[in-house]
């Protein structure tokens, strides 16, 4: 079945640092999307990307969507405490678009 | 005025019993889900509900049961509890929003689930 990875599983940065986290699908995507979920929250839809080669900008947060369309990319430039949690990928899966398939995560902690 | 709720936020058992989280949603969405997370925050769908009527059942055991009595509701039973069962449970909805995107979820709370 599909599987969708991110890498890395756990990011320490200082409070200003800036990080990145990736997602590869092992099959393409018609989409992705991204959601972040703080600690001991639920997770919360921050964007979807639909073309090849897209890039959406969130204030200070960058995603891309891979020409391939199965890779994604998230970047938090100068991170800041308020950005602490985990960020998902995730893509529709083989039932199509009613299914999520969610990404391993990425767990954020910030050194203040 | 809360989307997604389920209750309980917390529920403590013995092996062996038999439990439900409920769900509701008042957003107005015809799909709803059920998703598990462990301890490593891995979050795996469970079941979807479309319009009261179930669409994917991803090989989880048949001691787990949900029931959707309308499309603003979707329960989760769960008989014979384990240890493995331990985990936070999500309900979430879903509107279809167009051909080309992928419907986007809206999680409720979660349901911490501590089996003894």
């Known amino acids: 079945g599909q599987q969708v990875m991110q890498i890395p599983q756990y990011q320490h940065v200082q409070e200003g640092e800036d990080f990145t986290t990736y997602c590869n699908s092992s099959t393409t995507l018609s989409n992705i999307q991204w959601y972040k979920q703080r600690p001991g929250g639920h997770p919360v839809f921050l964007i979807q990307?639909?073309?090849?080669?897209e890039v959406k900008k969130q204030k200070r947060l960058t995603f891309q969507f891979g020409e391939a369309k199965k890779n994604s990319s998230l970047h938090i430039t100068a991170t800041q405490t308020t950005d602490v949690g985990t960020y998902f990928c995730a893509g529709p899966g083989d039932f199509g678009n009613e299914k999520l398939t969610f990404g391993t995560g990425t767990r954020l902690t910030i050194i203040p | 005025d809360t989307a997604v709720s389920q209750t309980p936020k917390y529920l403590v058992t013995q092996m062996g019993n038999d439990k439900s989280i409920k769900c509701e949603q008042n957003l107005g969405h015809d799909t709803m889900y059920w998703y598990k997370q462990d301890s490593k925050k891995f979050l795996k769908i469970m079941f979807s509900?479309?319009?009261?009527?179930?669409?994917i059942n991803e090989t989880v055991p048949n001691r787990f049961s949900p029931k959707s009595p309308d499309k603003a509701h979707l329960n989760l039973h769960i008989n014979s509890l384990e240890l493995g069962d331990s985990a936070v449970y999500f309900c979430?909805?879903?509107?279809?929003?167009?051909?080309?995107?992928?419907?986007?979820?809206?999680f409720g709370p979660g349901t911490r689930l501590t089996v003894l």
């Open positions: 509900y479309n319009n009261k009527e179930l669409i």
């Open positions: 979430a909805s879903s509107s279809r929003t167009g051909v080309l995107y992928t419907d986007t979820q809206y």
């Open positions: 990307l639909v073309k090849s080669g």
